[in-house]
């Protein structure tokens, strides 16, 4: 290859590059006073990962701790497109949601600050079901038999354990004599349980409860909610519950005096209708009722809903809401058509907005949980940028340092080499879209030593060569020709790991793992390429300059 | 010109039954404190909670803990990071990972509540928050494993390629030798497994097979030179020639693994010391577990071509001509 040629090729790199990592202008969203808003706004395009830029990370699974779900994977790509929908409603520049394996849904929202608010959102199953009150006193009925399945099974499960609430399973946290009266310290032990007016006997479980206003309503103590809540859990009292009915817990508490209550109903475990025929929902205040969302149905769930409410006319109707029942059951006046409320029951307009948003967006089809959160604060990023470009500049340095101290005039080819492997390794993260994570960044300072290894192996072989009385034109032919199988080889063994690492490596690895390839193409290019182009400049450019050689 | 090292001619392998003494008691030295007590993995591992929290003021650890216990969360562990304002807060022992699964980040919630009721709203910020699941910390662990292995093998099925089978056994050997010091190394230093970590491990394996692969590729080039010299004294013939090589790299690789100790930050430290030793570790494996296990293979499997002479390369009594052809294959 001509000289010219290859000059011309160096060059074409070059101006790639600037091109690669040019600021440039985009239109994105940008959080404005609160508020997102599409915006143009000009940077460099080089994507950052979330631990350099500060944002939540979230991979959420199918909850079966609630019941097996048969097909998996069909519901995690139906709960895909409900969880990209919330995401899209709830405003996040460039937020990433995608499917990661058979059972898995990745979330990456950049430049979150709320992120319990984010992860409520994006978790809430927002299961909307109407269920009537049962009529027919089956819990009482069955109390005896409760009391007996607890009997037999000798349940000494008083102090409370992680249920299956969420609200309880902070209660387990909370320390036993810490408890205080915010409302997630329903904390339990039974020695405290003192009986508050029986329903059906002195039985373990039905000393518990109190009969309230309407069919199918139980009061509960605030204090025995735990413990309530576990014995139902287990399987021996599942095994006599009334069948066909379901228990569910109200979503607030009410005061009694000066004791605090949850209510607990049975209800029949058929819905009458469920969320799945809403089209809209939108936050109100009520001046009666407080804060609530009104929803409105399609033509064919106002048409159920009319019918099924008309057949239950005078009874209690519970809307609930991921199992809990939202407010208390009004009592079905007539038929109900197209609109209806529900109550937030004392939480704030924020509340309301969410839960407006997640019913518009759709309910989840089966519940999830949260397997794994990243959440890293946006300083902290920058101060990781700070840090790993610090780093960076001293290794270079460094280096600069120990190869012009050692190889002189090669070493000074090999430096401007070195300053376009860093040229050439950024332009290429951008140019593919390779998102730069610490670790990446990490592995990136750390290239830049490993980097001049191609140099170094290819210099030594010239003063080799040279040492043998070969002149310099042929000492700097033959030391590139012998070094390249060694560089080829070992860079070629290098890069079969990183693709390993890419294949296998999650988030910030997998970033490692783009960098480093990037980096070995780079230094291959550079080392072996471009150096040698300087040395045939040189070689050209002076007669003389071909006795001698500093390196 | 400035020369280290130049026209050595020292007998590195000579001294192989010292060098794999001292490396195997420093292997056994980690395995042994491993089998006593299990390797810190970090909560990507195991999983749990992790907190990393900036206060205003300096706080009292005590006091952090004790807001913890009062809150139930029992066994944290609490580290200062960086800074004496800078904090870690762990929690990851089995019952809480068990609780935590049902919602993972309900612990990091608590631990936010009951730090804020502590220090005041503002006197406490949480700068990263890290909540796993035990199903992701299996899955990244055999991930790990997989990763390590099929490198191995690709590595194996590659040099197979480009040298011969001999040369890349020797080269994955030294390689899991250097798994083995590095995890003993980890033990020792008590440095938390973490994936980055588990990435600095394999920059190690990939740096150090480099160095092995430099070394053979003097090996490969010295046999088809066909000199009159038994294989160990190729061997050290090679190791030899490429010294001056070996120092240069060891520096401006060690040069960048300093500025990233140094500079980069707590996060990045565990992976920055992995890379330090990395260096020792690699540049000692090629050297004496790469060399005296080729030798070692050499004499067990001699090839098919001149095997009379090869079987004796170990002896260096018997001085035999290798054709070019036996070493390429």
């Known amino acids: 290859m001509s000289l010219k040629w290859r000059i011309a090729i160096i060059f074409g790199l070059i101006a790639a590059s600037f091109w690669a990592l040019f600021p440039r202008t985009a239109v994105e969203r940008v959080k404005r006073n609160g508020e997102f808003v599409y915006d143009t706004v000009r940077r460099v395009p080089l994507k950052l990962g979330l631990d350099l830029q500060g944002g939540m990370h979230l991979a959420l699974t199918v909850d079966e701790s609630k019941g097996a779900v048969p097909d998996k994977e069909k519901a995690i790509d139906n709960a895909l497109k409900v969880v990209r929908n919330r995401i899209d409603e709830f405003g996040v520049a460039e937020p990433l949601v995608q499917k990661a394996g058979n059972d898995r849904i990745i979330v990456e929202l950049p430049g979150i600050d709320d992120p319990i608010r984010a992860q409520d959102v994006v978790q809430k199953s927002a299961f909307l079901e109407f269920q009537i009150t049962d009529e027919t006193q089956a819990l009482e009925k069955a109390l005896p038999r409760i009391d007996a399945a607890l009997k037999d099974a000798k349940v000494t499960v008083a102090t409370a354990t992680p249920a299956a609430t969420a609200d309880t399973n902070k209660a387990g946290l909370q320390s036993l004599f810490t408890a205080d009266t915010s409302k997630k310290a329903d904390s339990t032990k039974k020695d405290s349980t003192a009986a508050t007016g029986t329903v059906g006997g002195p039985g373990a479980f039905s000393k518990l409860l109190q009969q309230g206003q309407m069919p199918g ?60 025929y809403l089209t809209d929902a939108k936050p109100n205040t009520s001046p009666t009722e407080g804060n609530i969302v009104e929803f409105t149905m399609n033509n064919e769930g106002a048409r159920r809903f009319r019918a099924e409410t008309g057949r239950h006319v005078k009874d209690f109707m519970a809307i609930v809401l991921d199992q809990r029942v939202m407010g208390q059951p009004p009592v079905i006046q007539n038929a109900i058509g197209a609109r209806g409320q529900i109550t937030m ?43 790993g470009i610090t780093a960076g500049i001293i290794a270079v340095v460094l280096v600069v340092v120990i190869m012009l101290g050692y190889y002189r005039f090669s070493g000074a080819l090999a430096v401007a080499a070195l300053a376009l492997y860093i040229l050439y390794t950024l332009a290429a993260l951008a140019g593919f879209g390779a998102v730069l994570t610490l670790p990446g960044l990490a592995g990136f300072v750390l290239s830049i030593g490993i980097a001049v290894d191609a140099n170094v192996l290819i210099f030594e072989r010239i003063r080799e060569e040279l040492a043998h009385g070969k002149t310099v034109r042929t000492a700097i032919d033959e030391g590139f020709r012998h070094a390249m199988s060694a560089i080829v080889d070992s860079n070629v063994s290098t890069a079969l790991t990183a693709a390993v690492l890419y294949q296998y490596g999650t988030g910030p690895v997998r970033g490692f793992a783009v960098t480093l390839l990037a980096g070995i193409a780079a230094s291959m290019i550079t080392a072996i390429f471009v150096v040698r182009t300087f040395y045939m400049i040189w070689l050209n450019r002076s007669r003389e300059a071909q006795t001698s050689l500093s390196i | 010109m400035l020369r280290i090292l130049h026209d050595t001619n020292y007998d590195f392998i000579r001294w192989w039954k010292v060098m794999a003494a001292i490396t195997v008691a420093f292997i056994l030295l980690g395995l042994g404190s491993l089998a006593v007590k299990p ?84 006197g406490v910020k949480v700068g990263r928050r890290e909540a796993v699941g035990p199903r992701v910390g299996q899955e ?58 588990v990435a600095g491990l394999l920059t190690v394996l990939g740096y150090s097979l480099n160095d092995t692969i430099i070394i053979f590729d003097r090996v490969r080039e010295n046999l088809r030179k066909g000199r009159k010299e038994t294989l160990y004294e190729t061997l050290n013939r090679s190791i030899n020639e490429t010294l001056p090589r070996s120092v240069l790299t060891h520096a401006t690789t060690f040069a960048a693994t300093l500025a990233l100790l140094l500079f980069a930050g707590e996060v990045i430290r565990p992976f920055a010391w992995v890379m330090a030793f990395g260096i020792v570790t690699g540049t000692f494996s090629s050297m004496y577990v790469a060399a005296p296990v080729l030798l070692w293979i050499e004499r067990k499997w001699p090839r098919k071509t001149g095997a009379r002479q090869s079987s004796s390369t170990a002896t260096p009594t018997s001085r035999t001509r290798r054709s070019p052809a036996t070493a390429t294959r």
């Open chain 1, 217 to 276: 309503e139980y009061y509960v103590a605030q204090t025995d909610v735990g413990t309530v809540t576990q014995y139902l859990a287990l399987p021996q009292v599942a095994a006599v519950l009334p069948p066909g009915k379901v228990v569910r817990w109200s979503s607030d508490t009410v005061s009694l005096g000066n004791r605090v209550y949850r209510r607990l109903y049975v209800l029949d475990a058929k819905p009458i209708i469920t969320g799945e």
């Open chain 1, 345 to 387: 029951g004392g939480k704030d307009l924020q509340a309301a907005q969410d839960l407006a948003l997640v019913l518009r967006a759709g309910s989840l089809p089966v519940p999830l949980k949260v397997e794994d959160l990243t959440q890293i604060g946006a300083s902290l990023g920058k101060d990781s940028i700070h840090a």
């Open chain 2, 39 to 122: 390797p810190n993995y970090s909560i990507e591992f195991t999983g749990g909670t992790l907190m990393q929290l900036t206060f205003t003021q300096p706080p009292d650890v005590g006091e952090i803990r004790s807001a913890l216990d009062d809150a139930g969360i029992h066994g944290a562990e609490i580290q200062q990071f960086g800074t004496n304002r800078d904090f870690t807060v762990r929690a990851q022992d089995p019952k809480q990972v068990a609780a935590q699964a049902s919602g993972a980040s309900n612990i990091a919630n608590v631990i936010e509540g009951v730090l804020k009721k502590k220090f005041g709203e503002d």
């Open chain 2, 140 to 197: 990244l662990k055999r991930g790990a494993i997989i990763a390590i292995l099929l490198s191995f093998l690709i590595t194996l099925v590659y040099l197979s390629i480009r040298f011969e089978w001999r040369f890349a056994a020797a080269a994955v050997i030294a390689t899991s030798h250097d798994v083995f010091t590095t995890i003993a190394f980890l033990k020792l230093m008590h440095l938390e497994i973490s994936l980055t970590v």
